[in-house]
């Protein structure tokens, strides 16, 4: 059972737009919410997180947007860039310190110059 | 470079054969992770080892085992190969004091013929 989901296995953008990637959840007990970055050949690198007591976190040109009582978060990279073509990886957990995380399918990014 | 470390990088063998993995996880970090990656599939916990011992165990099969040895490196034995446990599996390290920023190793792919 898939707790953590990616429904859009790809997404294409033109360089300097935004990207929007989603993720959602199923199960309520999810409290800190991770994103990853994965390029190939290479292991998941960490990007942004957030906890359930924002709503909100921006790293420079990243930006995480939870929304709780849809299940739902995004993560937003405005302008994007060649460089952030990768496969996108939403993961969360029950509690921060947890004992694993769960991740979504991903979804494949690429930004066209 | 995330500092986790991983060997092999590639492995292929045949069906019915048994494989070791090996990581070291990043200088200082106790916790080790094992996760698999399928095609199409997100990333699946298999199992997690602190300080030498066993602390959490997700969708591993039993035909797999691992163990975390005094030096905090680690090594996932996978038996009775059959095809579909051809995938990329990734070992990751945390010290548990920076939330759930997991550092996962390049992967090891494991091809099985």
């Known amino acids: 059972d898939q707790q953590v989901k990616q429904n859009s296995p790809s997404l294409s953008v033109q360089e300097g737009r935004i990207s929007i990637l989603n993720c959602d959840y199923t199960?309520?007990?999810?409290?800190?919410f991770l994103w990853y970055k994965k390029y190939p050949a290479e292991g998941p690198t960490f990007l942004i997180s957030?906890?359930?007591?924002?709503d909100k976190n921006e790293d420079g040109r990243f930006t995480v947007f939870l929304n709780k009582s849809a299940k739902h978060l995004s993560l937003h990279i405005v302008p994007s860039q060649p460089g952030d073509s990768a496969v996108y990886f939403c993961a969360a957990s029950a509690r921060r310190g947890a004992n694993n995380l769960f991740f979504g399918t991903g979804t494949r990014l690429t930004v066209i110059p | 470079d995330s500092g986790v470390t991983q060997t092999p990088k590639h492995l292929i063998t045949a069906t019915g054969q048994r494989v070791t993995l090996r990581c070291s996880p990043r200088s200082g970090d106790l916790s080790v992770y094992w996760y698999q990656q399928s095609l199409d599939q997100g990333l699946q916990f298999l199992i997690q080892?602190?300080?030498?011992?066993?602390?959490a165990k997700g969708n591993i099969l039993e035909r797999f085992s691992a163990q975390q040895f005094p030096d905090l490196h680690s090594e996932l034995n996978l038996s009775s190969l059959e095809l579909g446990d051809s995938a990329l599996y990734f070992c990751?390290?945390?010290?548990?004091?920076?939330?759930?920023?997991?550092?996962f190793g390049e992967g090891s792919w494991l091809t099985v013929v």
């Open positions: 957030i906890s359930s007591i924002k």
């Open positions: 080892y602190y300080n030498g011992e066993e602390r």
């Open positions: 990751a390290s945390t010290g548990g004091t920076v939330g759930n920023t997991i550092y």
């Open positions: 199960n309520s007990m999810f409290d800190y």
